[in-house]
């Protein structure tokens, strides 16, 4: 079965980084793009960042700089570094696989920054 598994969750001071991880499984890892996204309460889910099969990356302008993606095909995990974290970036975080379009979604993990 696929799985994509996200984890990282915290609550952080403003300024402050936290790494969010998604596990995946039950498919070839490596021939699909990993995408994050973010949803904050009552506002619209957000493309955050997302990163190809061949490693091309792609940020929100929200994130550009503070945000950076990367994979790692032996461990079959997407990795989202957030640093300089601001109270906009509360949301829950999700990933999601595809190819043309994002065909499976995890599960999202909070990440909450507050003073």
């Known amino acids: 079965d696929v799985q994509l598994q996200a984890s990282g969750a915290g609550l952080v001071h403003p300024g402050g980084y936290l790494r969010l991880s998604c596990a995946a499984s039950?498919?070839?890892?490596?021939?699909?793009?990993i995408g994050w996204f973010r949803q904050a309460p009552g506002k619209e889910r957000e493309g955050v960042s997302c990163?190809?099969?061949?490693?091309?990356?792609y940020y929100a302008d929200s994130v550009k700089g503070r945000f950076t993606i990367s994979r790692d095909n032996a461990k079959n995990t997407v990795y989202l570094r957030m640093n300089s974290l601001k109270p906009e970036d509360t949301a829950v975080y999700y990933c999601?696989?595809?190819?043309?379009?994002?065909?499976?979604w995890g599960q999202g993990t909070q990440v909450t920054v507050s003073s």
């Open positions: 999601a696989k595809g190819r043309l379009i994002y065909d499976y």
């Open positions: 039950g498919f070839t890892f490596d021939d699909y793009a």
């Open positions: 990163i190809s099969s061949s490693r091309g990356t």
